[in-house]
């Protein structure tokens, strides 16, 4: 029996794997950072054997209430992720599993390669309606890319669409490869009305470098981007300087911010409602958004989701918020549940990344339903 992680995107520490009925686990930190929750790691050992694998010292994680009715996902082929029976009690997470393989893979939730981001990129590019432009480098000096779909004209709309500020969040790419595949379906009437009247200015991930670490939530200097839209610096944060300052140069009038949350089992929106500059107008956009998300697909809920923040008191250091409040546009932040949509749920896949793609395609009908108003 053999346990590694030694791969693109793997995290765990072994601290006992001398028996299949008794695998110790723990998850090893974000790099200078406090930060725990991730774990994605390889299983090889004789097949239709019961295997007893916990994780321990979850008290000690990012998110410690993420835990309770969490089931982690598995796979054979990494291209097929279901989800194996998990029990959490006295802080640690208890997996029973009986491989029918030789190689099993584990994960918090189904992972989005580095390489599966290069074939995303590549893919998206090979459309006439869309290029490829670098910002610059990470700190590891990997690309940040963006994606620039349809012509480009003052006079259209800017809507903008980022994923993966907290790389272990990996449906957000997820979304963002059913967005893109919509987009570029020159026989989708949603997406032509889109492309006649923006721009769509796209990061499939904001967090190349967390992503390949094996990080939850922060860059390879232990930053959390989504608190650095204040003031980025190339030194903690080039991923967001560089973001930020092509927005400041074309310009935002609809912001998209994809996330997961751990807890909170179902899809909701947070807005800006916060923000010194918010007003009727904002608000006006963010009912109609959020109407017609609601219309198009069950998967989408507005009755749970985060506080709201009171007038004047959001944190301008959070991507949302920033970009609302620099362009006086519409903003969301749009997160998806690491465990099920509990209003929709499915006990063999859980929230998936089918699920995921799906909601990036209903996501460009609230963008349609928007964008005549956006100005």
């Known amino acids: 029996m053999r346990i590694s992680c030694n ?12 028996a299949p009925n008794n695998i110790q686990l723990s998850i090893r930190k974000d790099n200078q950072s406090e930060f725990a929750q991730w774990f994605y790691f390889k299983l090889e050992t004789e097949t239709m054997v019961e295997h007893k694998m916990t994780i321990v010292d979850l008290d000690k994680s990012a998110y410690p209430s993420g835990w309770p009715g969490y089931h982690a996902v598995a796979s054979y082929d990494r291209a097929e992720w279901f989800r194996v029976p998990s029990t959490f009690e006295n802080n640690q997470l208890h997996i029973e599993f009986i491989p029918e393989q030789e190689v099993t893979y584990f994960a918090y939730f189904a992972p989005y390669s580095y390489d599966q981001h290069l074939n995303l990129l590549a893919w998206a590019q090979s459309d006439y309606q869309c290029r490829q432009e670098h910002l610059g480098e990470t700190l590891d000096g990997r690309d ?4 620039v779909i349809g012509e480009e004209d003052q006079n259209k709309h800017k809507i903008w669409v980022t994923a993966r500020q907290h790389p272990g969040e990996t449906m957000a790419e997820w979304l963002v490869e059913g967005l893109l ?12 009305r889109l492309l006649d009247k923006a721009v769509f200015y796209v990061v499939p991930n904001m967090n190349p470098d967390g992503s390949v670490r094996g990080h939850l939530r922060t860059n390879a200097a232990g930053v959390n981007l989504n608190r650095e839209w204040a003031e980025p610096t190339l030194e903690k944060s ?10 400041k140069a074309v310009g935002v009038d609809l912001f998209l911010d994809v996330h997961g949350d751990e807890a909170i089992p179902y899809n909701f929106v947070a807005g800006c409602e916060g923000n010194p500059g918010y007003n ?40 949302c918020n920033a970009v609302g409040e620099r362009f006086s546009c519409l903003a969301y932040t749009l997160e998806m549940p690491f465990k099920d949509n509990d209003n929709l ?27 005549d108003n956006l100005r």
């Open 7 to 18: 791969f693109d995107g793997g995290n765990i520490e072994v601290l006992n794997a001398d």
């Open 144 to 147: 940040m890319t963006l994606l």
């Open 181 to 192: 595949a919509r987009l570029l379906d020159e026989d989708d009437g949603v997406a032509r």
């Open 238 to 247: 080039p991923e967001v300087f560089h973001v930020l300052n092509k927005m």
């Open 280 to 319: 009727d107008r904002l608000a006006s956009l963010e009912k109609n958004f959020v109407e017609a998300l609601l219309l198009v697909t069950p998967e989408f809920q507005n009755k749970f989701g985060y506080p709201k923040d009171a007038p004047g008191k959001a944190n301008l250091t959070i991507a």
């Open 345 to 371: 749920p499915d006990p063999l896949y859980g929230w998936s990344p089918v699920r995921c793609k799906q909601l990036g395609e209903d996501v460009l009908v609230a963008m349609n339903s928007v964008v």
